[in-house]
T-cell receptor, first 116, second 109 residues
Framework: DTGVSQDPRHKITKRGQNVTFRCDPI?????LYWYRQTLGQGPEFLTY????????KSRLLSDRFSAERPKGSFSTLEIQRTEQGDSAMYLC??????????????FGPGTRLTVL | DAKTTQPNSMESNEEEPVHLPCNHS???????IHWYRQLPSQGPEYVIH???SNVNNRMASLAIAEDRKSSTLILHRATLRDAAVYYC??????????FGPGTRLSVLP
């Protein structure tokens, strides 16, 4: 168990550029979640997958945001035409629907995005 | 999703017990209560969860009120490493998505 990893850890981009983040969940976990967190706030849910199926998306998730989990393992989160308001920490978490401790979410260290 | 309310901040002395309260008056009968904590510059980590009965694990205890409208996370002996933001999250098992701003716990030496 190597934990949830995210790449990159930091990303600085200019307004209008596209960015893509990657999340590698704990290997046996079938659920994967994306959250966004701004300073002083709790994590805000964006979307989640069970295996490769995207089961829920937040109403707050604009159409500039897209997430994929093509093989039910790693996931990518893409933000198109970034805006300064997209500056935040993007957190990924994974969980398992079976076994002991099922659906306990394990979080990665996050990707900090700064949009200039 | 059940909305939760927590105090913005709390202070404790090292090696003393800490009781962190959470109100979740809109919780449904099948919603679990999860607690996570977030240390500075890290992602949140799971602490404990429960449905109706009080729960204990190596990190903490969770006391759930009989009417399930509130719960309390208990750290039996606070250490400096317990200084973090603690989140109480309510929702159906596996769908505990709504995090509030949490309680910032300071532990004084």
């Amino acid at each position: 168990d190597t934990g949830v990893s995210q790449d990159p850890r930091h990303k600085i981009t200019k307004r209008g550029q596209n960015v893509t983040f990657r999340c590698d969940p704990i290997s046996e976990h079938n659920r994967l979640y994306w959250y966004r967190q701004t300073l002083g706030q709790g994590p805000e849910f964006l979307t989640y997958f069970q295996n490769e199926a995207q089961l829920e998306k937040s109403r707050l998730l604009s159409d500039r945001f897209s997430a994929e989990r093509p093989k039910g393992s790693f996931s990518t989160l893409e933000i198109q035409r970034t805006e300064q308001g997209d500056s935040a920490m993007y957190l990924c978490a994974s969980s398992s629907t079976g076994g002991r401790g099922r659906d306990t979410q394990y979080f990665g260290p996050g990707t900090r995005l700064t949009v200039l | 999703d059940a909305k939760t309310t927590q105090p913005n901040s709390m202070e404790s002395n090292e090696e003393e017990p800490v009781h962190l309260p959470c109100n979740h008056s809109t919780i449904s009968g099948t919603d679990y209560i999860h607690w996570y904590r977030q240390l500075p510059s890290q992602g949140p980590e799971y602490v404990i969860h429960g449905l109706t009965s009080n729960v204990n694990n190596r990190m903490a205890s969770l006391a759930i009120a009989e009417d399930r409208k509130s719960s309390t996370l208990i750290l039996h002996r606070a250490t400096l490493r317990d200084a973090a933001v603690y989140y109480c999250v309510g929702g159906p098992y596996g769908q505990n998505f709504v995090f509030g701003p949490g309680t910032r716990l300071s532990v004084l030496p």
